[in-house]
């Protein structure tokens, strides 16, 4: 069964058209990937409550992954070089699989990797196991 991954970027200060722009890049760079799709949110992916504008939130995009064991992996890496070319400005991605969520930010080096290989690990060919 595919995967879908839900993503959240954020960047500090930044405009609807700047944040429309960033969602867009990122979406080409993870179209480069072994995935199977990655596509704006619609209202069918709105969480229970949220306004009809909220649904298509800017920053938003879902990645469906496909069967590729890597896939996972992958669009991390993808998301941490994004995340490097902030050029000093506050970017924060979260990351949502199956009811677990990771937020990649300004944090050490060390800090993400080990955060980014616990996620992985418990999403990657297992499933979602706790």
Known sequence: MDRQLNLRLIEEGASAERLDALTSYLRQE??????????RP??????PGARAIDAVAL???????GRSAA????VVAVIRSW???GDGVKRTV?????GDTLELSEVSQAEQDRLITLFV???????GRP
């Open 71 to 74: 896939a996972l992996g992958n």
């Open 30 to 39: 993870l179209l480069q990937l072994d995935v199977d799709d990655v596509r």
């Open 42 to 47: 619609s209202t069918a992916d709105a969480p």
């Open 94 to 98: 979260k990351i949502e699989i199956g």
């Open 121 to 127: 690990d418990r999403h990657s060919t297992g499933g």
């Open 83 to 85: 995340l490097s070319r």
């Open 59 to 65: 920053g938003g995009l879902v990645v469906t992954l």
